[in-house]
């Protein structure tokens, strides 16, 4: 008997299958959408064909076939918690996908996909049935249509007539839409025929059926009223799951027996030697998480507190702490990670071209966390027996919550599920709001990302007037038409002197803002005619929009202009963008090859690097990547520019962002060593930067670290200044050579601490009374007791003089009073020998009402604050009877 086909090759027995059918093979996007505000993820296959759908955009074919990484956690689709405890849920998956744009429609759709699972993959016949909207719930007549072209295939008792909430959907609440039919695998021998008997089907019996495609109509449009009309060009819009699909063929119960994931959970239990007791749930988590983590990382998305960096480390701590709960007690997601790379790496190139960055963030994620972990977890068990004996289900504090995460990093979800361990349960919108409420920044914590939605305006004009040519790269001038005008955020047909517009030409040698830089500036004139350009953007593909005022004159479409770039602003920005290439260069040089571009701006006075390292540059690395760049500035070599196919240039060994999107042809720069992929403007040669200079580098988030540097005269200056500051300075010293001057601050911060301490103890001397007697110790109960009002102090001295008032004492209880900071500041400090008898701070809280205050502290050392400076003598007064209390002795 033949084996099943590997999930693999199901992968690419689809891909053929449609190919050999008229579809163009788009690859998989990255999981970052591409401005999507409303996502978190990419979490479908029509996701980067949603313009196309609207007719926002067109591509230059009407059939595609995809296999779309997908993640669902967090946001509206959310599986994350699901994830382990089933056979078929998951944070990331593969979607396999057949998409006709205005093309073929429900008759090759059927047929195409009853044919793949029959025919191409050999799932029997018997066991598949399928379900048809019925035209309940939406405004839309049932599909008999689909009804029909199934019985060819499908018995009609295998045929389920089912409502909108199954069978219909929709983009959003108006816009394309359309019935669906899905293909469910039924788990047993043969289907059984209950189509029309309520309560069977799909629908109502989830555990007998796994659905295996879902096969979209979208045929009409939804209004606002809720009406349907019918679409001119009916689109078909596909999804199958292929873990799911390769369950199926492999004849297995879980998809985590697939060849996809099981090598993954193998590799967590080799780690563990075992569960532990715990069963499958935790090998489960921990494999399905490693796969998510590395292919999020590999998209350059990275651990942190916010939008859809914040749900990355959501997936990694609850696998971490997973596998703490199956004896994983050192770090080992990274060997699971990188077990993902190896298997996966093949069809995704760029989890190989990113091994080591996905290795080093994970590692130290995991270290990181497991560093606070301990220390989450006694203060979450502290607050679970502080809340006492409860009724199931009772609440659980919402602001501890709040603080595990902002303290700890422990993610709301895994405080939710330790807590209900215990029986309590957590209020997370609540948490989430205790959390924005200590976090400045807890607004844009909930942002799902930096992208924004295109304007409409510009949509509807790329789809009018298409790409601009750009001309920029060989000119910084040229004669143009003016195409299209924007002011107010509404199209125009001419704009006077005064006014704010936004103008796109058919030509143009302005760069629009991309790839981190700016865009650029300069002047727009013709007859009678002169604006000032600010800025140059590109809101919508290749369409360039020039951003300015018109100051003289008035400007009509259709006229005639000259567009001329400012020089020298473009040959500033030229230096520092071709820099940033030598110092990505540097950096994976004297780093390693986990460094990768994070981002980055570059402008006319300065550029910005960020890129993924987890820790600060040493000083001597700082010395040798600036080193290194300027000796690639004088090596003075040529810009090598060209324009070649992605396969070309990963042949080179070009290095792109993570995030971006690039197009079967790609523009290649090198200088030298250094080759990237890039669409900015560049130096004719590194000599054309002149000086290159490292102005600050430091952390902006986890794992990601940032480089400020100048070039040419803004490096000059830059030096000139560090020159007359260290001059400045040494002056000031008094040192005659300029080596001598640390040596100088040493000596002055070593004079300086020596000072501190001397004044600190003449602080402390004058509280306890330097070395004279104890002529206020008494005794009370048979415990010495010193009590003493010490006038103002700081907090710090006052802490010291308690200190050294105790040690003196031997045994007993000193309690101070002081003015600290204009409030009534009370102290009190119990020597070893008593603890257990005198509680110092039960002591405390029964005499901080005297001061209109409130107080605590350990049984050795305890403080009070409030505002009765009035009451500090009452209080000392009051220890004497307040420790007799605690020793159960009448009050002396």
């Not at 193998?266 to 292919?295: M, Q, S, W, Y």
Request: net charge negative; hydrophobic share 40%; glycine share 12%.
């Amino acid at each position: 008997m033949a084996s099943p086909l590997s999930a693999h090759r199901i992968r690419q027995r689809f891909v053929d299958y449609f190919a050999a059918r008229g579809h163009t093979h788009v690859p998989s996007s990255s999981l970052v959408p591409r401005n999507d505000p409303t996502l978190l993820f990419v979490n479908a296959g029509m996701n980067q064909f949603k313009d196309v759908f609207t007719g926002r955009e067109s591509r230059p074919y009407t059939r595609a076939v995809t296999v779309q990484r997908c993640v669902r956690a967090g946001g509206k689709h959310n599986d994350l918690d699901n994830v382990g405890f089933t056979p078929r849920h998951h944070t990331l998956f593969e979607m396999l996908g057949n998409f006709s744009f205005g093309d073929y429609f429900k008759p090759d759709a059927i047929a195409w996909a009853w044919e793949f699972l029959t025919g191409e993959l050999g799932l029997p016949g018997q066991r598949l049935v399928v379900t048809v909207f019925d035209g309940t719930g939406e405004d839309a007549p049932a599909d008999d249509e689909a009804y029909e072209l199934w019985r060819p295939h499908v018995p009609a008792d295998r045929i389920y007539r089912c409502s909108a909430k199954d069978n219909f959907w929709a983009m959003g609440d108006t816009g394309p839409c359309g019935p669906c039919s899905e293909i469910h695998f039924f788990k047993g021998d043969v289907a059984p025929g209950l189509a029309g008997v309520a309560g069977k089907g799909p629908a109502h019996e989830a555990d007998a059926y796994v659905e295996l495609w879902n096969l979209v109509f979208m045929q009409y449009e939804k209004h606002a009223d809720g009406t349907m009309s019918k679409l001119p060009k009916p689109s078909i819009d596909t999804g199958s799951g292929l873990e799911r699909v390769a369950a199926a063929v492999a004849g297995v119960g879980s998809n985590y027996e697939t060849d996809l994931l099981s090598p993954l959970v193998e590799c967590a239990r080799r780690l563990a030697g075992g569960t532990a007791g715990k069963g499958e749930a935790p090998l489960r988590v921990i494999a399905d998480h490693a796969r998510a983590t590395a292919f999020l990382i590999a998209d350059g998305v990275f651990p942190e507190k916010a939008g859809r960096s914040y749900v990355l480390r959501r997936i990694m701590r609850r696998a971490i702490r997973h596998g703490t709960e199956i004896g994983l007690d050192r770090p080992f997601f990274h060997h699971v990670c990188a077990e993902v790379v190896e298997r996966f790496g093949d069809v995704y190139p760029e989890l190989r071209e990113r091994a080591a960055t996905i290795a080093e963030v994970v590692q130290v994620e995991e270290e990181s966390f497991r560093r606070t972990l301990d220390r989450g977890l006694r203060r979450l068990r502290t607050a679970i027996e502080a809340a006492g004996p409860a009724a199931p289900g009772a609440a659980f504090s919402p602001d501890v919550a709040a603080d595990l995460y902002d303290t700890y990093g422990f993610p709301l979800d895994l405080t939710a599920v330790i807590v209900a361990e215990h029986g309590l349960a957590l209020d997370e919108a609540a948490a989430e709001a205790a959390l924005r409420k200590r976090q400045s920044s807890g607004e844009g914590a909930t942002e799902l990302g930096q992208d924004t939605a295109v304007a409409d305006v510009y949509f509807g004009l790329h789809g009018a007037l298409g790409d601009s040519e750009f001309v920029g790269y060989e000119t910084t001038a040229t004669t143009a038409t003016v195409r299209a005008i924007v002011a107010g955020g509404a199209q125009v047909e001419h704009a006077g002197a005064g006014t704010e517009v936004e103008l796109v030409l058919d030509r143009t040698p302005f760069y629009g803002e991309s790839g981190g830089q700016i865009g650029d500036a300069g002047r727009i004139h013709g007859d009678g005619v002169e604006l000032e350009i600010a800025d140059t953007l590109k809101p919508r593909g290749g369409m360039h929009v020039h951003r300015g005022v018109v100051r003289s004159g008035t400007v009509r479409v259709g006229a005639t202009v000259q567009a001329e770039v400012d020089v020298g602003r473009r040959d500033a920005i030229r230096r520092n963008h071709s820099a940033t290439h030598l110092l990505h260069h540097a950096l994976r040089k004297h780093l390693g090859e986990h460094v990768a571009q994070k981002g980055s701006l570059v402008a006319p006075d300065r550029l910005r690097f960020d890129f993924s390292h987890n820790r600060p540059l040493s000083p001597e690395q700082r010395r040798a990547i600036e080193a290194t760049v300027n000796e690639l500035v004088l090596r003075n070599d040529g810009a090598d520019v060209q324009q070649q196919s992605m396969e070309q240039a990963k042949a080179r060994h070009a290095i792109g962002l993570f995030e971006a999107k690039y197009g079967e042809r790609v523009r290649v720069v090198q200088f030298g060593p250094s080759i990237e992929l890039c669409g900015g403007t560049h130096v004719s040669r590194t000599g054309d930067i002149g000086l290159f200079a490292i102005v600050s580098e430091g952390g902006i988030a986890q794992g990601v670290r940032r480089i400020e540097a100048v070039t040419g005269m803004g490096a000059v200056a830059y030096l000139q200044s560090l020159v007359e500051l260290t001059e400045a300075a040494r002056e000031k010293l008094n040192v005659h050579v300029l080596e001598e001057l640390p040596a100088r601050i040493d000596r002055l911060q070593s004079e300086l601490k020596h000072s501190a301490k001397e004044i600190e103890k003449l602080r402390r001397d004058l509280l306890t009374g330097g070395s004279g007697g104890a002529d206020d110790v008494e005794v009370v109960a048979g415990v010495k007791l010193q009590r003493r009002h010490v006038g103002a102090a700081d907090g710090k001295a006052l802490r010291g003089a308690a200190d050294a008032l105790r040690d003196k004492l031997g045994s007993g209880v000193v309690v101070l009073a002081a003015e600290v900071d204009g409030k009534a500041t009370l102290l009190c400090a119990v020597t070893k020998d008593l603890e257990g008898r005198i509680h110092a701070g039960k002591l405390i809280a029964a005499l901080a009402p005297l001061i209109d205050g409130k107080g605590g502290g350990r049984p050795e050392l305890a403080q009070a604050g409030g505002p009765k400076l009035a009451g500090l003598a009452e209080a000392l007064q009051a220890a004497g009877p307040a420790i007799a209390a605690q020793l159960g002795a009448a009050p002396q």
